[in-house]
């Protein structure tokens, strides 16, 4: 009884056609991909990249590469290409480390800015590593964590306006899917003489961000989501112009100096954002990164979203009309739901599982989501629809209970 | 006049042909590379291995290779073979991020263990980076740094034993090879109630370390130098076995956590060694770490370092043979000398422009210093005597004076 979906499913795909970018993009067949979200897809390009970098630039040119094939530049290089996918001018991102150390290196840079102020706000659902280092900053520079929900954040900072010194924020929650409303709580923050800190691991290239817009101070975010760099490809960071000559990188590594093949023995920062560097960066990581971003060449985010907000809309829709008391709990509101679609269940590894089983790949986050991610570029509406299908099967025919499903993978 | 160095050097090439690893590598002809102190030759098997991480793993088996290829458990299953190499037993060594955050690490860690201490001793010739994040945590833990060179270490230990919390040092200088007293100092540190800190960059790989031998405390290293990672490979960082329960990390990412996911909003460290680890390693450069690795195996640290050694040795009596007036810096005795033969020269840069324009590959280090990095594994005595004829031939016809060379790039 579901025949109106197939030819909606094939009305949206026409409709959405010229953002279709699936051709970008090397995918197994038989498999449906919605976790994009954790790890993206690989992207054409990146194999012949690697292994220029590997045969060629290492192997054959050796450490010539450095120079000739600007390996030095990369971080800065890459950091421009990311630059314009979250709405900022050239001059203020650089990529490379993990976006644990981005996290923790603007947390402890915003404690420099804003001495003797003695409140931080987090997100009490923030995804856990950034509490967990948020917790070691606080300790090192004597915060204390306001756990406070986002939306709640304006209101806090209106009572409350002298002691904060920075809200830590992420723009999407990890396991809802729900964006959360960055540039009024970052309006907020400042009428009460707060920074602004952005976590953009679930909005970098899925919807846009605009950073420069909202007046953010700091952000951070990673490579491997809906950038599509590869398993732990390097991060990124965002340091707003005005903010580069107070930016103090607690990891003072030689790659982040004024000039660092003068060896001086005195550490003095490089002017620009590269003074947000530490070490040798990971070459292939950061190759393989460049090359994938290819995809965004000639693409506006807000086309991307434009098509991710139609393929989750329609994804949320079918899970109502043919899942028999579905819990999604993304939002409805186009504006509040980012590039997913979570649904609630008490057997969500079983089904997580289960699906896994039937070629849709989904993830489980504990105790109860299955997350369905959404990347936009290569996933069709006709995907959305095969998907909510076979969970429709999972759960008639009860394959989310197999005993085998007891049992956790390590890495769920 | 040299027709004895050549049947020397076939001599000497046949009674250490069992250590030639050469054909483990993947080398230009035409190159005589003396600059695996910086970045380390291409091993076979990397190429390989990084196309299946990125085709295979990444491209087909997409998010399940964290289970299926064992991703996340890379960084210890990495740590373990480069703990062979540094003579620690097992669960000692994690691998990831760059040497400028592990050397954070250790530094912030050893604050913690030492409260109430409020000096720390480094070399003022370290590699400037050593310098540069310690003079970071230095500020933030309230530490007094005191340059005192590592042979005066034991003397000033001696007189000031209260007061020192750590000694950091690089087991090898960077300018010079010099091989410093390792298993001397650490014992001083320790009578001084001091923690014994080491930097392994250039000493991991090419000579025997024995770190659980020797007491050390904590210990970092690179993994591109002799340990042929490719650019920017993943560091490592040891953590004695008795010193798991008390390693503080400062950036405490989540792969770092006793349980990363149950997704608790508090943070609780891993009881082993994976406590040392941050964010979401760079498997790209990881797999190629792992790869480059198996250049070690079944040999015996003991044994590339006998090799070496004989190449340095022999390296140093061609030049001392060959070249008028040359001012070698590195020492004489074989107990002193790392894996490299550091000449100096006031046109130290003309000289390794010049001898790179006749396939021989070294280094510069400002100001005056000529890098000849000598990788045991892939080099013969033959190569030794082929760079200084170049280097002869260079300094004959006057080539280092040529006016290009006036310009310096960027990365040198």
């Known amino acids: 009884m579901s025949g109106h979906l197939d030819l909606r499913a094939t009305e949206l795909d026409l409709e959405h056609a010229g953002t279709d970018l699936r051709s970008r993009f090397v995918l197994p067949d038989g498999v449906t991909y919605l976790d994009g979200n954790s790890l993206g897809a690989l992207p054409v390009g990146v194999e012949g990249a690697v292994r220029d970098a590997v045969v060629r630039q290492w192997g054959h040119d050796l450490v010539d590469s450095w120079n000739t094939h600007a390996w030095w530049d990369a971080p800065a290089r890459v950091g421009e290409v990311v630059a314009r996918i979250v709405g900022a001018a050239p001059g203020q991102v650089v990529v490379g480390d993990t976006t644990s150390l981005r996290w923790y290196q603007v947390l402890h840079a915003a404690a420099a800015m804003r001495p003797g102020r003695r409140l931080v706000l987090a997100d009490p659902a923030s995804f856990p590593t950034d509490l967990y280092v948020l917790s070691g900053v606080a300790a090192q520079v004597g915060w204390t964590v306001e ?79 809906y950038l599509n760099g590869g398993p732990g490809a390097p991060a990124f960071v965002y340091v707003a112009s005005r903010h580069l000559g107070s930016f103090e990188n607690p990891v003072r590594g030689w790659h982040g100096h004024a000039e660092p093949f003068a060896m001086a023995p005195e550490y003095a920062p490089a002017a620009d ?140």
């Open 147 to 225: 756990l406070v929900p986002p939306d709640d954040a304006p209101r806090y900072l209106a009572k409350r306006d002298v002691d904060v010194a920075a809200v830590a924020y992420s723009h999407v929650d990890y396991r809802t899917g729900r964006v959360w409303d960055l540039p009024g709580v970052t309006v907020a923050a400042h009428d009460a003489g707060a920074l602004a800190l952005w976590d953009l691991c679930h909005s970098a290239g899925a919807l846009p961000v605009r950073l420069d817009d909202a007046g953010v101070d700091l952000a951070v975010g990673c490579g491997y989501k």
């Open 273 to 412: 954002v590269t003074r947000a560097r530490t070490g040798t960066p990971h070459i292939l990581s950061l190759v393989a990164l460049e090359a994938a971003l290819r995809v965004f060449e000639g693409v506006d985010v807000a086309s991307v979203r434009a098509r991710s907000l139609s393929l989750t809309r329609f994804l949320r829709d079918a899970l109502e009309d043919l899942v028999p008391g579905v819990d999604v709990t993304s939002p409805a509101d186009d504006a509040q739901r980012g590039s997913q679609v979570a649904v609630r269940h008490e057997a969500a590894y079983g089904i997580v599982r289960a699906l896994h089983a039937r070629g849709v790949v989904a993830d489980f986050r504990t105790p109860d989501v299955v997350r369905l991610g959404v990347a936009a570029p290569y996933l069709t509406h006709a995907d959305m629809l095969h998907a909510v299908r076979q969970l429709v099967e999972v759960l008639e025919g009860r394959e989310h209970l197999d005993p085998a499903y007891a049992v956790r993978a390590k890495v769920t």
